[in-house]
């Protein structure tokens, strides 16, 4: 089996934390890896613009000693003359021995992987899933915290949208004594599917409308931005920008032992005030980041075999109704479901049908 990398929920505790040692290993003593990935080929195929998840995929394997081919702008490969995802995947599958690939639309990572004879890692599929993100902040959050579990997390800004914080909700809900404080909007909450899976978990989580209410009882703030390339309208935009802002003010209200994360972009979700507070660990995290994707990228080539086990796939030919997924626009993708109590969860975007 290839060890793609779609979604974190399917490596072990174990396979984390190897992952998690090697970063660490690396971090302390780089020259011993500088030439670890020699003579092999990393694709970067970037649908959606990125700077640290994109830059730091080409730093990692550059540090390792390979090479990067791969494109920033599919309108500068054969995408803009309709090549559809399949052949592009079956075409640089056979150049490159990794591909990275981050893409507008929701389960385009597992449907890539479907046709790709290296491994695939998702670096982020729509408002789905972001696991390179997570397996950075899991990273940053073992250094500078020192501890993944027993740990009150608050998330705050576009939670729904937030693939970053869906992911992280998925990795840390394994831990024991990990507490969810989430903040946001009625509109911006954490998808139906994540609340489930914080449930499932025995995970503790509680809404609270402001960050003011928040801050003291937090260990963590993982601050997000609004993402406006997911809003339907700018109008909708605009009524949820700048409800959320993170200033000295409300990071006073802060343990001395907070650390702060944002996956990065930030708009205007973090005063630049605060930056210099140790506390405010986000200029670090993206640093931590290219260490976690080293470590990725040479378990994945020395072909770790990361375990799936999601469940019995069976198809239903009606397909998902989510027109986010993937499965709309490459129409060819069997319609893969599991089946879960009356539901059928989507096997690409994790999207539920009631049955
Ligand atoms: N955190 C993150 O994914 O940043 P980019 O969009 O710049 O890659």
């Given at each position: 089996m290839l060890n793609h990398?779609?979604?974190?929920?399917?490596?072990s505790f174990s396979d984390l934390q190897e992952i998690i040692q090697l970063a660490g290993k690396i971090m302390k003593n780089p020259k011993k890896y500088?030439?670890?990935?020699?003579g092999k080929i990393l694709a970067t195929l970037f649908y959606e613009p990125s700077t640290r998840t994109q830059m730091s995929f080409q730093t990692a394997m550059l540090r390792l000693g390979g090479s990067v081919i791969g494109f920033d702008d599919p309108m500068n490969s054969s995408v803009a003359k309709g090549e559809s995802l399949k052949d592009t995947i079956k075409i640089m599958s056979g150049y490159a021995d990794i591909i990275a690939m981050r893409h507008p639309l929701e389960g385009s990572a597992k449907g890539a992987s479907l046709y790709s004879s290296v491994p695939v890692i998702n670096a982020g599929d729509g408002g789905h899933l972001h696991p390179t993100q997570t397996l950075t902040d899991v990273v940053t959050l073992h250094n500078e915290k020192g501890r993944l579990n027993h740990l009150n997390i608050g998330l705050c800004g576009d939670?729904?949208?937030g693939r970053t914080v869906h992911s992280l909700i998925k990795t840390m809900?394994?831990?024991?004594?990990n507490k969810f404080i989430l903040i946001s909007t009625p509109e911006l909450g954490v998808p139906k599917y994540i609340k489930d899976i914080m449930d499932e978990q025995g995970c503790e989580y509680v809404e609270i409308p402001t960050l003011q209410e928040a801050m003291p009882l937090l260990d963590v703030l993982y601050m997000t931005r609004i993402q406006r390339e997911r809003f339907a309208s700018e109008e909708e935009y605009l009524a949820q920008k700048g409800v959320f802002v993170l200033d000295a003010q409300k990071l006073?209200?802060?343990?001395?032992s907070l650390k702060v994360l944002h996956p990065l972009p930030r708009v205007d979700e973090i005063d630049v005030e605060v930056d210099d507070d140790p506390r405010c660990v986000y200029f670090k995290q993206a640093v931590y980041g290219m260490y976690a994707r080293m470590a990725l990228i040479l378990l994945t080539l020395e072909g770790a075999k990361y375990s799936y086990a999601k469940g019995k796939v069976i198809i239903d030919e009606t397909g998902c109704p989510n027109p986010k997924c993937i499965t709309h626009t490459e129409g060819y993708m069997p319609k893969e479901f599991r089946k879960k109590g009356n539901v059928l969860i989507c096997e690409y975007c994790d999207f539920q049908k009631e049955l």
């Open positions: 990398i779609i979604d974190l929920e399917l490596l500088s030439e670890a990935c020699k939670l729904k949208n809900s394994h831990f024991e004594g006073s209200l802060g343990k001395e």
